[in-house]
């Protein structure tokens, strides 16, 4: 093929990414099991990027766990995503940053449908304007936070204080991206690389020095799901889809994985626990677990953040192998000292300790 | 896995349904293929299965078995095949004319042969 086929091709699998100004939307798993990556993210885009990101602490949830649990109707989550609309219109904002990959998900699906449904747009309208009198504008572009690291992707790199390499061999570290299911499998074009080639995580992992692996289950799902996890007898499916993908990752011997969904970020961390605690199985180097970090996370370590205030301390699957490859100094006896000199609580068998 | 860790968790892993196409095995299939070829016919609707007495009172399932071998997974067809007592309803059902016993019969056979290496 020629090279102006091949770009005229790719072009269609790129998305319209915002320079400036964004209105946040945060996550509900995010915020309550990685602690420190919304924070991470915003202390980039705001202090290192100069970029300006609004936050509304009127703005809730998108109820789409309840949503895929089949408990919140479809007419009340479109009326709760245009309330949220509707206090970026407030703010005057145009650009939606979400940090969620379920809401970003969510959104995506309430907007195509409003496009190809238009009168269930005016209904949720009447909804939204009775329930609470406000009004709304639909936002000029959609972003999920990651799509924004991944732009943004080369001027971190550029003030990077660690890479993605092994100090003591030189070699790049060996990475597993996966991408959250409803980040571009449902509506393609609302990722970058599309639904075949998401490369919103490659992007960043090579601009920041590292490799990443190519394995067999590298689209399965993560067994996330909604319904497989809320019902506790039915989180055998979600953990054996997990399982499949640590087995087949295991030979390739990865030094981390990253994701841009909360939900499989927390679940692939904690899959690795349950496993080991059940079945005495761990999948990374040396019979230690392989850490899961967001995106965030990872941006944070190669900015050169704390590690302990990114709040890796809080995995499953602790990092210290991962910094200590990177040749980041992480004093381990201060993971969980707070910033007043308090002890936090500390969790029970955590794994690579 | 314990039941009492099972228990704890309120949940166990399920077993992977991963085929792997590097480990199995085919041979009994191109056995069964080669002296019976109607055994291609077969579409899975299951009509066998539905029939079949064996599969009344036991778990056996002839449509699972044919898959067993399709895929070249050879340790659960072993224990599967001696199920069928090979009384024939599941001939009368089949809509492809599939001759379902002598499968049965030819899969038991390769099975033998396989356990005394001279497949």
Known sequence: MKPEGKKRIWAEYQKEIPDDHFFYVRSCIRQTFFAGSEQCFLKIMRDDLGKDVFEDPRHTTCTGIGYHGDIVPFETI????????????????????????????????????????????????????????????????????????????????????????????????????????????????????????????????????GD???????????????????????????????????????????????????????????????????????????????PVLTYEELAGLVMGYNPWELGLQYHNVQSMPLLRRMGIKADPAERFLAKDGTRLPEPANLINE | MSAGQANRFGFVINPSRLIDYDTSDRKVREYITLREPSFTLCFACGGCAATCTAGQHTSFNLRRMNTYIRRGEIEPLREEVTRCMLCGKCLLVCPRGVNTRNVVSLAAEAIRKLERNEL
Request: with cysteine.
């Open chain 1, 212 to 290: 990443i692996i190519d394995y067999p289950e590298r689209r399965h799902c993560c067994g996330f799901g909604f319904r497989q996890y809320l019902v506790q007898a039915n989180r055998g499916y979600s953990i054996s889809a997990s399982r499949k993908k640590f087995e087949s990752m295991e030979p390739y011997q990865p030094d981390l994985i990253i994701g841009n969904c909360p939900g499989c970020a927390m679940f692939m961390d904690r899959w690795q626990y349950t496993i080991k605690e059940m079945d005495g199985i761990t999948y990374g180097k040396n019979g230690q677990g392989i």
């Open chain 1, 78 to 209: 479109q009326t709760v995503v245009a309330r949220h609309f509707a206090l970026a219109t407030e703010a005057g904002y145009k650009n939606i940053a979400i940090s969620c990959v379920t809401s970003f998900g969510i959104y995506t699906e309430i907007l195509e449908t409003w496009k190809h449904f238009p009168e269930t747009l005016e209904r949720t309208r009447e909804d939204l304007y009775r329930a609470t009198g406000r009004t709304f504008e639909i936002p000029e572009t959609i972003s999920h936070a990651s799509d924004i690291i991944y732009k943004f992707r080369d001027q971190i790199a550029r003030k990077a204080k660690y890479n993605l390499v092994d100090i003591s061999t030189g070699k790049p570290l060996k990475v597993v991206e996966h991408i959250g299911c409803h980040y571009s499998k449902m509506f393609p074009k609302s990722g970058i690389g599309g639904a075949e080639f998401p490369h919103v995580l490659v992007g960043m992992v090579e601009a920041w020095g």
